[in-house]
């Protein structure tokens, strides 16, 4: 039985029976145990295109969705950010929009608290007083950027988690033109770049005790041609560090074929496996925690058919539990929050899919924002949370990617458990040992996993209660609880 949002049906009897009278797949407890902080998920708080943060309908919207975190003034833009205007540097910088967005620090609050997140601050060690640094510069950039966070902490904002800059193993914020190699001019080298932070760490801990600083590691590699510098950063740069809280990483993968779902959908999968193996090993061996400061997926492919579908939403829902199943990861935030499919997670206007998509709907969550908040709810107040097994389960085609994924959260009314069943098929679970009493379920899904999500109507949400077996449809996010 099911019903829509508004209410819960009436506890089954007994049990659920699967498809074809498949046998349910028994799911249970695996791997370590992570404790939750109300700092674990968030969002990067790029905002260049509006509205506000100080604008109420957008901080209403924050307030419902509650991040634990919001990364400001963002990624690439850090780079290039004047603090004390709220806006970029004097000049022309790559992610400028023509129209300035008052992004100032008193601004900012405003979301934050509507928002009850703690900031992450990206601190701008590449450009000054209009262009780009130097080692000469390197005090004086160092000095005001501790203005900075001075002004942050007079503002009433806690200055707990810093990051060193964002993408600097890259040689430029873009592959080409006059942008092309802002970064390798700042830092020719990796070991450029941890000799002049390493400066800017001993002076963040002795100016702002207890803060966790965070220097810039590289992302896995997924993307054929990059530079010898991208691929050979970590092994040169964390050698050469000294005295980090924490490194921070992004995992933004790009799918370049369209389909079939089941191996779209086995990426976040497949992927996560080389980067625990490869740099994700060279991290854990220096014995260093990591925050996740930008993850997504990025749309490669011809038209951008996936961009902003509900296979965008699961496959963002399927890479956030894989990491949550990681305690290394301290901080794990989406790639934007106010913007586009793209990247964020909150429409900023109309025309969020892109030039000759359906109109979306303004303030209303994207695919990857509608099922990131349903996990973040989950989360919020939770103590601890551990990976789920789904002995047997389904695989993704030939691909031998799981199809289930999960994890169960410790919160004060009991274990609750979350979980995307990303095959084209209903798959039925047994919970009794999980859930000897009886549970209730809510499930997210939508007409099809192609179906672009221009707003709330764009997808479903139905709940059951019952007790022993439960029927997880097909391209759903679940949610279970006692």
Known sequence: MSTGAAGLASPAASSVVGPAGAAAVPVSLTGPVRTVTPTLLGLNAVNVTGPRWDDSKLDAVLQKFGPGVLRYPGGTNANYWDWQTGWFQPGSWPSETPTPVDDQIGVFKVGLSAAGSAPMFVLNVLTYQGAIGSNQLNASMLQGQIAFLRAAAQAGLPVKMVELGNELYLTGAVNTGPHGQDYATRFPTA??????????????????????????????????GVSARRQTWDQDVLPALHGEDVVSVHEIQRVYQSGPAATVLAQPYIRYQTFESNQLKLIVADKLPVWL????????????????????????????????????????GLSGSVGTAHGGAIFDGPNGLGPGKPHTVPLALTAAGTTLAQIQAAFHGASSSQALAFTGGPTLGSTGAPALTGVAVTTPSGRELVLVNASATAVTLNLSSLFPGGFKAAQRTAPSVTTLVTGPSSTTMTTTAGTGQLQVGAYSLATVSP
């Open 191 to 224: 070991a450029d770049y941890a000799s002049q932070m390493n400066t800017w760490i001993a002076a963040l801990h002795k100016d702002f005790p207890g803060v966790q600083v965070a220097p810039v590691a590289d992302d896995p590699n997924f993307i054929p």
């Open 293 to 332: 400061t930008a993850y997504n997926m990025e749309d490669q492919t011809p038209g951008h058919t996936i961009e902003g579908t509900w296979m965008h939403g699961l496959y963002v829902a399927e890479q956030t539990l894989l990491f949550l199943a990681n305690p290394v990861f301290k901080y794990i």
